[in-house]
């Protein structure tokens, strides 16, 4: 079975496609800038303008026809409106030519299931992408929220500074490489609230440390991640706890970050779980996590044929928690 997987809800546009549970591609282009941050309507269109050229890249690395695609699945949501209708046009086009069934999937979700080609069966996931925070396991039926972010996303956190200093987006790449040269950890707010962490007010002290000159920017990028990485960690380790899994996964373009893997990786050595990290290509936002759920959803009768896809809509504000689990 071959299953073609889009992704579009922020800055990434990606095809996988994904056969009987292998990868053959994961193709995929981002919007970035130099200065300010993501503009929707500039991603879309960024979107719009590559669409072709990734979809067509994706099928010469996985050496296949398009006639050979079984399904079409696709990032119903969360996400920016303006980029997730790219990605659902585009799905319903294909759809319509080649008269094939689109499968909607949660992006949320989809970060998780692609951590089964790590190995990783029933974990809880820590989810740390631009827009989401959230730590994420199965428990009868659906994938719960255990913890989240109170206001803003931790990615959307990192950039947010980033931009403040005048460095680009996206922030989090730049703030791995200043923090490496950081030493001196200043204090900043820790804000874990039970289960759920709370950013926003420690951007405002970040935001005043940085115009206020006394700082050097590496020792701020530095205490930044020391600080916030320790509240994710710890929240995922009362997760673990609290569920009695024995497994943490992680997901998401902020963990890419070799500083957060390795306060995850000793946290879980710990206290004696395993801990599972997909490539940074599968982290971050891609088209084949979208075909590889896609093909679980598939399977299990969840799709819609072509000639109904009509009524089939995007889901901006779609939660994890929302969406019933069939093939688990
Ligand atoms: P996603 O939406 O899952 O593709 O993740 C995008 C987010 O990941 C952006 O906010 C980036 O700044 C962030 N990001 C990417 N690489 C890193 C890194 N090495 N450290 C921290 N954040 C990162
Ligand atoms: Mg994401």
């Known amino acids: 079975m071959i299953i073609l997987g889009i992704e579009s809800t922020a800055h990434t546009f990606g095809v996988g496609i994904v056969k009987d549970g292998k990868i053959l591609a994961n193709a995929k282009k981002t919007y970035t800038t130099e200065t300010g941050g993501i503009i929707p309507m500039e991603a879309a269109k960024h979107h719009r303008e590559n669409k072709e050229e990734i979809y067509f890249e994706a099928l010469s690395a996985a050496g296949i026809k398009e006639e050979e695609i079984d399904a079409i699945a696709f990032s119903q949501g969360p996400g920016l409106a303006p980029c997730l209708l790219q990605g659902m046009?585009?799905?319903?086009?294909?759809?319509?030519k080649l008269k094939k069934p689109v499968?909607?999937?949660?992006?949320?979700?989809?970060?998780?299931?692609?951590?089964?080609?790590?190995?990783a069966k029933d974990p809880v996931m820590l989810y740390v992408s631009g827009a989401n925070t959230q730590i994420i396991a199965y428990a009868s039926g659906k994938f719960r929220v255990f913890g989240?972010?109170?206001?803003?996303?931790?990615?959307?956190?990192?950039?947010?500074?980033?931009?403040?200093?005048?460095?680009?987006?996206?922030g989090g790449p730049?703030?791995?490489?200043?923090?490496?040269?950081?030493?001196?950890?200043?204090?900043i707010p820790?804000?874990?609230?039970?289960?759920?962490?709370?950013?926003?007010?420690?951007?405002?002290?970040?935001?005043?440390k940085l115009e206020s000159e006394k700082y050097n920017l590496s020792d701020l990028a530095f205490s930044l991640?020391?600080?916030?990485?320790?509240?994710?960690?710890?929240?995922?380790?009362?997760?673990?706890?609290?569920?009695?899994?024995k497994e943490l996964l992680l997901g998401g373009g902020v963990a890419c970050n070799k500083r957060l893997q390795e306060m995850c990786r000793i946290m879980c050595k710990e206290r004696g779980a395993k801990f599972f990290c997909p490539?940074?290509?599968?982290?971050?936002?891609?088209?084949?996590?979208?075909?590889?759920?896609?093909e679980l959803l598939f399977k299990n009768g969840n799709f819609v044929p072509f000639k109904n896809i009509k009524n089939l809509d995007i889901a901006p504000r779609q939660r994890t928690d929302e969406v019933e689990i069939k093939y688990r």
């Open 148 to 170: 989240e972010t109170l206001d803003i996303g931790i990615g959307n956190f990192i950039d947010t500074f980033a931009r403040y200093a005048g460095i680009g987006f996206p």
């Open 89 to 96: 046009h585009f799905a319903k086009e294909l759809s319509e």
């Open 279 to 294: 490539e940074n290509n599968l982290l971050q936002d891609n088209g084949s996590m979208i075909a590889y759920t896609g």
């Open 103 to 119: 499968v909607p999937v949660n992006h949320c979700i989809a970060h998780l299931e692609i951590g089964r080609t790590t190995g």
């Open 190 to 208: 820790y804000k874990v609230k039970g289960m759920d962490i709370a950013l926003s007010g420690i951007l405002t002290n970040l935001r005043q």
């Open 174 to 187: 730049k703030i791995e490489k200043l923090a490496l040269e950081g030493k001196n950890l200043i204090r």
């Open 225 to 245: 991640q020391e600080n916030v990485f320790a509240m994710i960690t710890e929240v995922s380790e009362r997760a673990l706890a609290h569920t009695g899994k």
